[in-house]
């Protein structure tokens, strides 16, 4: 049997009752935030279509997943974890955003090719800026997305080891390692000279090469196979680790990547995550 899972923040009774109509059946279960049918057959394109009308995220799975089976879950940061573009507040600072956040916009959608040089432009117009703008954006504009701490939460409960790995800054990745429960965090090095930041960024970035080496190490030291990890990323840069991944899930993504990947979720949080998973789906339900 194939199940079919949807959700939002706030289901309507109304997005059930269509899909109740097109499936042709009620479904076994509904809550708050999530309803689910077993069915023999699911007609994906139909689904697909009245998602996209209802606004509403759906997953079809075609055989019972758990959670615990799992080893590793491996998280972009930026608009994936957290709400915001970390370089994109940054620049702020230095009246840059629009020309820093365009770019960095052109290139999670993969406009731009070459992340690293991509990255050296940006991180060039920040030259001069005082190290306390880093804490001010870390004060002041950063945020966990919706679920976050439920979800790494119940990972930790099930087993799953935890790896963020950013072509962000480590100023910001080791602060959410410690704040999110992370047991690793890989981020880019800014340059700093004099309490002031140089333009520069370390001799290694983290491009999506990077990133997919760093998941293989990690999964590596944990005797793990590819098909017991998993990858959430929003952009272009996170293709290769998420291709690598067995379950790769699109974070309210751009279209490249949601074309790409297992599930995608454009408007349930991060413990959306959960509803894909048999032996979590149920905490969706019951809140």
Not at 197 to 204: D, F, S, Y
Request: aromatic share 6%; net charge negative.
């Amino acid at each position: 049997m194939k199940r079919l899972v949807l959700q939002h923040p706030g289901l309507r009774p109304a997005s059930v009752n269509a899909f109740e109509q097109l499936l042709g059946v009620a479904p076994t279960d509904v809550g708050p935030r999530l309803a689910q049918w077993s069915l023999g057959q699911i007609d994906e394109t139909a689904v697909r279509d009245l998602a996209r009308r209802e606004a509403i995220d759906w997953a079809v799975l075609d055989r019972p997943r758990r959670l615990a089976d799992f080893g590793l879950m491996a998280f972009d940061m930026d608009s994936t974890v957290i709400n915001i573009e970390c370089i994109d507040e940054i620049a702020d600072f230095a009246g840059r955003k629009a020309e820093v956040s365009a770019i960095t916009a052109a290139t999670m959608r993969g406009e731009i090719r070459g992340f690293e040089e991509s990255l050296r432009q940006r991180v060039a117009l920040l030259a001069g800026l005082p190290v306390q703008v880093l804490e001010q954006v870390y004060a002041e504009r950063l945020q966990p997305n919706p679920g976050a701490e439920v979800l790494m939460a119940a990972a930790r409960r099930a087993g799953v080891r935890l790896l963020l790995v950013s072509g962000g800054f480590t100023f910001f990745t080791e602060r959410l390692r410690e704040r999110l429960g992370f047991d690793w965090a890989h981020g880019n090095v800014l340059d700093i000279q004099d309490g002031r930041l140089t333009g520069k960024v370390g001799t290694r970035v983290i491009d999506a090469q990077a990133k997919l080496d760093i998941l293989r190490r990690h999964a590596d030291g944990l005797g793990l196979a590819p098909d017991a990890t998993i990858a959430v990323g929003d952009g272009a840069n996170d293709l290769l680790m998420m291709g690598h991944a067995g379950l790769s899930i699109a974070y309210h993504a751009k279209p490249v990547v949601q074309a790409s990947t297992s599930h995608a979720l454009n408007h349930a949080g991060l413990d959306g995550i959960l509803g894909l998973f048999d032996d979590t789906r149920e905490r969706l339900l019951a809140t």
